[in-house]
T-cell receptor, first 112, second 112 residues
């Protein structure tokens, strides 16, 4: 079993839809959870950074962490064509300096 | 604020040749990472520096890869000799803690 699993997609939604992206993980020691957006031929861009369980909201983006289920989610409200990218989940351990493990990414297309 | 700079952006070499990549992180960021991203996968950590000391290099193929961070600022990653399976994008990232993490644009390496 891989440490971090993520449905690779591709996921295609109409503009304005709510997008739900998910990851599962196996290592219960993970404490820090991140979501990145990566446009084609660019480096990843950190979108959300959360510690432990709970929700965090930033504009149209909401990150949820459920440590009991080892499951994290990213919701995008009112999706825009500019949201079309690959979304990577990532997580790390006891300290924020621990090694970060990335999921394989989900490719998202938002159709105008 | 200037971002993370990497060079070259693209490199094509033949197997068994050597290659070097350069990274200039954001000023003041103590933590620097080198990641390898193979097409369709998430980034995989190769080495993590804290200032000029190595924090984690457990996934660095040390028989062919080497990295150094000069005076806790710039860093170079070298591959010698290169193999076909080293074809990937090599990403550099720097981090100041919390959500202050930024990736460079990457170096796309093709080994023929």
């Amino acid at each position: 079993q891989k440490e971090v699993e993520q449905d690779p997609g591709p996921l295609s939604v109409p503009e304005g839809a709510i997008v739900s992206l998910n990851c599962t993980y196996s290592n219960s020691a993970f404490q820090y959870f991140m979501w990145y957006r990566q446009y084609s031929r660019k480096g990843p861009e950190l979108l959300m950074y959360t510690y432990s369980s709970g929700n965090k909201e930033d504009g149209r983006f909401t990150a949820q962490v459920d440590k009991s289920s080892k499951y994290i989610s990213l919701f995008i409200r009112d999706s825009q064509p500019s949201d079309s990218a690959t979304y990577l989940c990532a997580m790390s351990g006891q300290t924020s300096y621990d090694k970060v493990i990335f999921g394989p990414g989900t490719s998202l297309s938002v159709i105008p | 604020e200037a971002g993370v700079a990497q060079s070259p952006r693209y490199k094509i070499i033949e197997k068994r040749q050597s290659v070097a990549f350069w990274c200039n992180p954001i000023s003041g960021h103590a933590t620097l990472y080198w990641y390898q991203q193979i097409l369709g996968q998430g980034p995989k950590l190769l080495i993590q520096f804290q200032n000029n000391g190595v924090v984690d290099d457990s996934q660095l193929p040390k028989d062919r890869f080497s990295a150094e961070r000069l005076k806790g600022v710039d860093s170079t990653l070298k591959i010698q000799p290169a193999k076909l399976e080293d074809s990937a994008v090599y990403l550099c990232a720097s981090w100041a803690g919390g959500n202050e993490q930024f990736f460079g644009p990457g170096t796309r390496l093709t080994v023929l």
